[in-house]
């Protein structure tokens, strides 16, 4: 049998129903031992719970959008299928103050545990949390999940329990609870109490009718290659308009190429942003194979060379381009071979940065290419990150070790440990930068890079790297 304490006063009452709410977490019988229900504690955490509820929305919302009236219903489900329940027992064990018990003691328990939810929210958005790694910070909203759950079965369990119920009982209510909590979860996502309609991306005509002309003039601007001495020709292709640090990362970098390395004139850039769709050219399969064309017409095939570098999020052998809402194909390791072959280009750099880049390694490479990657073929890379100017690799690669080397191969070695120490810090697995260096070019190279960094008198000294913001792929 369940004794329930007689109410005291409003005060006293929500100290014991909180202190009830603990015990129910813990699975206890105690929480029934101090419970004290009343209608007015159950309009008190019912309005406290809602309150807190909605308050979570809103931070994770944001702190955009509106409220959301059918999200608010949605969630009260909930504690109305525990006043049945409440109403069940009561009449079961002829005990009519019974009936607000498990409602009460479900509200208690949800408060406490959004509480704690928008605590940490709160320092999430303030950056104090920070110092976790992703992969724990990311687990975050699957363990509060369990907890919801667990709050709807701590109250069978303790009830099941204080009346003894038989085993099977348990068990079927259990399971029932659990499904009909599945498939509410799989609606709840579209009703939020706190909502921010999706707003479809859209094309201005203005930068429908500039892209023609912002590509031809980017290809008309490429010089021909002098044949009395070797060239570099840059392209840099930023692939996704949602995360601007492809965008800012292209930019700088060729930027840097063209004032630190000689390319200007040289050098074409193909972005997808939202920002630059009337500045800059596009990226999508027919620009780059558009402009790999024209730097392979304008060069000299024998002694210039073409740094390609490439950065976007991936999949194996896959390098996404986006630009909604324009419907883009996208680049695989096999189209790019044969991109690149038919531009005519012989000496190719070629850098990969994304995850699983590691995957078009065995496509790209040849005698007379070097092919270098931001990842290993299974593994993540890291720094895609909207606050940030440089992914991880970007900012070790080029922001960092081509300012201080003076050949690649260093460079690549520099920044593949720089960016190994960076993910050590955060937690991340590492991502395992890759380096293909072809036959041929391997004899050729130390020839090319005389052309590329300058004279070692006037190189920087060397400044320690910084940990980067933290980021996910």
Not at 354 to 376: E, H, M, R, W
């Amino acid at each position: 049998m369940i004794d329930l304490k007689p109410s005291i006063n409003f005060w006293h009452d929500l100290k014991s129903n909180q202190i009830a709410g603990l015990w129910l977490f813990l699975g206890s019988r105690r929480s029934l031992e101090i419970v004290h229900p009343s209608i007015f504690q159950l309009i008190f955490w019912g309005a406290i719970a809602a309150g807190v509820n909605t308050l979570f929305s809103w931070m994770v919302a944001g702190q955009a959008g509106h409220f959301n009236s059918q999200g608010l219903v949605s969630y009260a489900l909930w504690p109305f299928i525990a006043l049945i329940v409440g109403i069940f027992l009561s009449q079961r064990t002829n005990n009519p103050r019974l009936m607000l018990v498990p409602a009460l003691l479900w509200l208690v328990l949800d408060a406490s545990i959004l509480l704690i939810q928008c605590l940490l929210q709160y320092l999430g958005d303030q950056g104090y949390l920070d110092f976790l790694p992703d992969r724990i910070y990311n687990t975050l909203p699957n363990l509060f999940l369990i907890l919801f759950v667990w709050q709807s079965l701590a109250v069978i369990w303790v009830f099941s329990r204080q009346l003894k119920w038989p085993w099977w009982e348990r068990g079927l209510i259990m399971f029932a609870t659990i499904c009909t909590l599945v498939v509410w979860q799989m609606s709840v996502k579209e009703q939020p109490i706190w909502k921010v309609d999706d707003v479809q991306p859209t094309l201005s005509e203005d930068a429908l009718y500039a892209q023609g002309d912002l590509l031809n003039k980017a290809l008309e601007q490429v010089q021909f290659g002098d044949f009395s001495q070797t060239h570099w020709y840059f392209l840099g292709v930023a692939g996704d308009s949602y995360d601007s640090v492809f965008s800012s990362e292209i930019q700088r970098i060729k930027s840097q190429f063209d004032t630190r390395f000689g390319t200007f004139g040289r050098s074409v850039e193909l972005v997808n942003d939202p920002n630059t769709r009337t500045t800059l050219p596009i990226a999508s399969r027919t620009s780059i194979q558009q402009a790999l064309n024209r730097i392979g017409q304008q060069m000299n095939k024998e002694s210039d060379v073409l740094f390609l570098y490439m950065a976007s999020h991936g999949e194996p052998n896959h390098f996404e381009l986006e630009n909604a809402p324009i419907d883009l194909k996208q680049i695989d390791p096999k189209w790019l071979r044969e991109a690149l072959d038919k531009s005519g280009i012989r000496w190719r750099v070629i850098v990969v940065s994304s995850c699983y880049s590691g995957s078009f390694v065995p496509a790209l490479q040849s005698d007379n290419t070097l092919v270098i990657t931001a990842s290993a073929a299974d593994r993540s890379s890291f720094g895609c990150n909207n606050e940030a100017d440089y992914t991880y690799f970007g900012r070790a690669f080029f922001d960092q070790a081509m300012r201080e080397k003076s050949s690649l191969k260093d460079a690549f070695g520099d920044a593949k440990a720089t960016v190994s120490r960076w993910e050590t810090a955060q937690g991340f697995e590492s991502s395992e930068p890759q380096w293909s260096l072809g036959k041929n070019m391997e004899l050729m190279l130390p020839q090319l890079e005389k052309h590329l960094f300058p004279s070692p008198n006037n190189l920087p000294a060397n400044n320690p790297a910084m940990l980067p913001t933290t980021a996910s792929p």
